[in-house]
């Protein structure tokens, strides 16, 4: 008898959760396991449901969704997780990839690309845009920063937190947000400006903004 494998969906969003399943019923080999929108839910089901997959979205509306996957990926090492997401893959997916996933894709593909991403990832394959796979796939054996913009160069953490400035949050608001000190937040400030070669605090939060901007747009 052919196994089934079982998928659990992470999103906030309702017809997001509805629409991947109607997409993995298609799928013979798979079966969805579970849904959540909330992560203390996620939590007690992967406990309880122990899926193959875990399809995950990473922008979440607070706390950080890159943290939550290596913590769920601690606790349970041998689920396959794949980030299904809005955000930019050229700038996440390095960090996605490092922090263990083995797939990523944004949510404007078509459902066909969707499927043949879950199958890979069965697979124990690494899914990313093709266009994107041998950068990246080469950046992540040889560790080298060089070819990477200034922005790819943050680590996830620092890319949260710019990300947060950029919204117009204070630093004592990420610090609650992300459950960090306000001295570690601001850390985190000043190696984002040294790596951003910016010196200017009204300089680095206008440019915060500016990319926060940007990326807004262009996920619409």
Known sequence: MK???????????PIVRRGLEAVIKEMRSMEVSGMSGDSNRLYLDMENNQPDILILEIALQE???????????????LIKVFVFTQLDETLYADHVLRAGALGYMMKNEETARLKDALRSILQGEIFVREELRLPLLRRLLSGNKSSKSLIEQLSSRELEVF????????????????????????TYRFNIKKKLGIKDNTEFIHQAAKWFLHETNRNQ
């Open 3 to 13: 196994k089934i494998y079982k998928v659990y969906i992470f999103d906030e969003q």
């Open 63 to 77: 706390g950080s969704g890159i943290e939550l996957m290596k913590d769920l990926l601690f606790k349970y090492p």
């Open 163 to 186: 990300q947060l400035l950029g919204q117009g949050q204070s630093t004592r608001k990420i610090a609650t947000e992300l459950n960090l000190g306000i001295k570690t937040i601001e």
